[in-house]
Each structure stands twice: as structure tokens, then as C-alpha cells.
Nanobody
């Protein structure tokens, strides 16, 4: 059974930094794309950043220049370094792992990020 486990959320003041981590286990299939999504209260879940197995990245306009996504393929792990955090970054952050060969998307339970002003 595939498990997706996020860690690293918490409470931080505006301008501060946090690093999220996500480990995917229980699959021998290649994880093609790994990404971070977030959902704030009353809003839809949105893509924050994604990274392909080869290292190509994609960011939401609202986080460009502040967030950096990276991954360790050997460890099936993806990271999100978040700098210059703003109150509007407050949300539950979810990790996603896409396995194209299985047409499957796996989600974690989410980790809360709260940025105080």
C-alpha cells in the first residue's frame, strides 16, 4: 500500500521560512511527478509547485522567487523550501505523487502551515 507522509509544517511569523518534506513508500513503480498543493479555508486546492523526475519545475505565480521545490529520487522524497512567507501562504499543504504507468495519483494527509502577521 502506497503511503505519502508530509512533515515540516508549523507556525511562523511573516518573513520567516519553513521546509516541508514528503516521503512516498510502498511502491516499486517510478514516481514521475511530485508536487505540493495547498488549500486555505474556503478556497479550492491549488498547485504550489511540481517537479518531474528529471528535475523540471513548475511554480504558481504567487510563490515564484520565494519557494523552491526539489526531490531525491533515490529516497522517493520531495521537499518544499518556503522563504519570505506571507500570511496568505497559510493553508494545509498536501503532497502529491503521480505514477503515470498506473495512472495513479497519491495524496498525503496534509500538513498545516500558518503564517502570522
Amino acid at each position: 500500500q502506497v503511503q505519502v507522509v508530509e512533515s515540516g509544517g508549523g507556525l511562523v511569523q511573516a518573513g520567516g521560512s519553513l521546509r516541508l518534506s514528503c516521503v512516498v513508500s510502498g511502491t516499486t513503480f517510478t514516481i514521475n511527478v511530485m508536487g505540493w498543493y495547498r488549500q486555505a479555508p474556503g478556497k479550492q486546492r491549488e498547485l504550489v509547485a511540481a517537479i518531474s523526475r528529471g528535475g523540471m519545475t513548475n511554480y504558481a505565480d504567487s510563490v515564484k522567487g520565494r519557494f523552491t521545490i526539489s526531490r531525491d529520487n533515490a529516497k522517493n522524497t520531495v521537499y518544499l523550501q518556503m522563504n519570505s512567507l506571507k500570511p496568505e501562504d497559510t493553508a494545509v499543504y498536501y503532497c502529491n505523487a503521480a505514477v503515470l504507468l498506473k495512472a495513479a495519483n497519491y495524496w498525503g494527509q496534509g500538513t498545516q502551515v500558518t503564517v502570522s502577521s
